[in-house]
């Protein structure tokens, strides 16, 4: 039976552009749930200035409280030299690094062109993985840019080929904004799939459009293996006026189970998760599996 592993972002994509702050200790909570439901990979915060993300304050805290459950991965968002300082001291084996496809994205969000995000990512990565810890790169606007439109796929195999010769082990494609459609998502995954293994690579969509786990199933037959979710569909994004959440890991397990793939998720427990952290954040539960298990 085949495996998927699914990362679960909801205590950090999920969170971080909430209006509500979730506080360290509700966020371990959250974890702890998602893990007692099955989930192994869970994005467990960020470390960038509390002034700038109010809502990853505390993330150290955070980390320490797993600290004794190697067999969790916990990935956490850096973007400086600092950041990763902050994440070493605090015992992160896992960190997530990001640039974009799109020039003007990359110079918006990211303060700097693609070129120069290359450049500030190449001694971070390095000294990441010399201290032993697995680095995740995600690319944004994998699939359009809000400022460009559409993005050249040939622009996200360069992008992915550099990141992944720079020591990142896995190359997250992401639909930052929810445009794409199976197709595209289909040929991507195919085209960066000739530079980097297939094994090395995620996605990551949204359900802006409603087609996030059809795109998800796309990549599946392209071989993916590595699925980005967030439970109660969580998320959205403060360069994307208007995009949806990330695709709910409810609907996403949902769907895997019914293809008679393996994810050690239980359901059932997800659900109650999702509804509880919806509830937490004054939100209507928005995954159409949770609300459909919780009528019946
Ligand atoms: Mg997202």
Known sequence: MDQVSIVEVAPRDGLQHEPVLVSPLDRIALIERLAEAGLAAIEAGSF????????????????????????????????????????????????????????????????GSIAEAIERLRPLIGRAAAAGMRVRASISCALGCPYEGSIAVSQVVDLAEALHGLGAHEILLADTIGVGTPGRAKALVRAVATIVPIGRLAVHFHDTYGQGLANIYAALEEGIRTVDAAVGGLGCCTFAKGAAGNVATEDLVYMLHGLGMKTGINLEQ???????????????????????LRAA
Request: aromatic share 4%; proline share 6%.
């Open 270 to 292: 997800l659900v109650e998760v999702a509804a509880w952290i919806s509830a937490d954040l004054n939100r209507p539960l928005s995954s159409h599996v949770g609300r459909a």
């Open 48 to 111: 960038v200035s509390p002034k700038v993300m109010p809502q990853m304050a505390g993330t150290g805290e955070v980390l320490h409280a797993f600290a004794g459950r190697p067999q969790l991965r916990l990935p956490v968002l850096i973007a400086t030299e600092k950041g990763l300082d902050q994440a070493l001291a605090a015992g992160a084996r896992d960190i997530v690094v990001a640039a974009a496809a799109s020039d003007s994205y990359s110079r918006r969000s990211l303060n």
